[in-house]
């Protein structure tokens, strides 16, 4: 999979995907995770690409020029299957939208900064906004990088066993059962007795049951229907 990120903050991308699974999965040819600084394609002086914006009011928003030139050197080069737009008014990413994500051939994702982008690239050229939360960031970079994590480690043959996303909390809409490594006895605080008993199916019982209690007491709403809100 190839992502293309578009960004005014290039450094903020950098060492998210230098480092354990994303840069392996870059390492093994899986992912290719190519960073534009959106000042070098601008055809404005001094780097410019923000400006006030039109109706008056507090904020930079970032010029369609720029933007535009940038997403249609990227297109000539490749088809993109989407082109995501970081945006808190998005849709809430989720594991089942990185599921779907982790299926596709290309991807470009465009950070906001400032007030956001100018409406027009959004109607014209973006095809999915996403948000990762209800609260408010600087800007998208930190949430870009967040999305990619999340694609990257379910590209086929980035994760091994050890590290399988089968077991992942939510994967299968429950959260993950605790943990335990050596010592068995830290402190006088034990292990539970079922995982050191060698018994695979009492071990995978035992899992269930506890992503069960964890989900129903933390968090509710996954056990039903209807989003948690
Ligand atoms: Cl995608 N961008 C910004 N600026 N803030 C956010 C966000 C995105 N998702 C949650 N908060």
Same mark, same amino acid.
């Given at each position: ?74 297109? %000539? ?65 930190? %949430? ?31 959260? %993950? ?53």
């Amino acid at each position: 999979m190839r992502i293309d990120i578009i960004t005014v903050v290039p450094d903020l991308l950098t060492s998210p995907f230098s480092h354990s699974i994303m840069k392996r999965a870059q390492a093994k040819g899986l992912l290719d995770v190519q960073v534009h600084n959106l000042r070098d394609h601008t055809p404005y002086k001094q780097a410019q690409v923000d400006d006030y914006q039109f109706g008056g009011g507090a904020g930079m928003v970032m010029m369609p020029e720029p933007l535009a030139i940038l997403i249609e050197k990227l297109q %000539a080069e490749r088809k993109y299957d989407e082109i995501i737009y970081m945006t808190p008014d998005g849709n809430l990413f989720e594991q089942k939208t990185a599921n779907t994500l982790s299926l596709k051939e290309n991807l470009m994702i465009i950070c906001g900064h400032y007030k956001g982008i100018d409406d027009r690239i959004r109607q014209h050229f973006v095809t999915m906004e996403l948000s990762i939360g209800d609260y408010v960031l600087s800007g998208g970079e930190l %949430a870009a990088a967040v999305v990619v994590d999340a694609i990257g480690r379910l590209i086929p043959g980035v994760l091994n066993d050890e590290t399988s996303a089968l077991f992942d909390s939510y994967q299968d809409g429950l959260l %993950a059962p605790p943990v335990y490594t050596r010592p068995a006895d830290f402190r006088g605080w034990k292990v539970p007795d079922v995982l050191l008993s060698g018994d695979p199916k009492l071990v995978d019982a035992w899992r269930h049951e506890q992503s069960l209690k964890r989900t129903a007491e933390r968090r509710p709403g996954l056990l039903s229907d209807e989003n948690e809100g």
